[in-house]
């Protein structure tokens, strides 16, 4: 079974940049596309980056240029770098498989933009 932790959340101004960390327990981990996902109030939950485990990634439009997602399959982390943040990212973000596994979802990190 495995577990995600994530961690690395905060409030920021905008403008501002954080690091999210998500740590996986399990010998499986190197294997499998990981991504972030977010959820705002009153949204969807919605996929934001993906890296595949040979370290292909893909962006979601509305943060292409901002984020980079990065992977440490010797530390079963992975990162979600987050530059130039703006108050519409701010949303509780997780990390999971892409596509998503059920069990797999953990309590996120919340991430508040806010002057």
């Known amino acids: 079974q495995v577990q995600l932790v994530e961690s690395g959340g905060g409030l920021v101004q905008p403008g501002g940049s954080l690091r999210l960390s998500c740590a996986a327990s399990?010998?499986?981990?190197?294997?499998?596309?990981m991504g972030w996902y977010r959820q705002a109030p009153g949204k969807q939950r919605e996929l934001v980056a993906a890296?595949?485990?040979?370290?292909?990634?893909n962006y979601a439009d509305s943060v292409k240029g901002r984020f980079t997602i990065s992977r440490d399959n010797a530390k079963n982390t992975v990162y979600l770098q987050m530059n130039s943040l703006k108050p519409e990212d701010t949303a509780v973000y997780y990390c999971?498989?892409?596509?998503?596994?059920?069990?797999?979802w953990g309590q996120g990190t919340q991430v508040t933009v806010s002057s």
């Open positions: 999971n498989r892409v596509p998503p596994v059920y069990n797999y």
């Open positions: 399990g010998s499986r981990f190197s294997i499998g596309a």
């Open positions: 890296i595949t485990s040979g370290g292909s990634t």
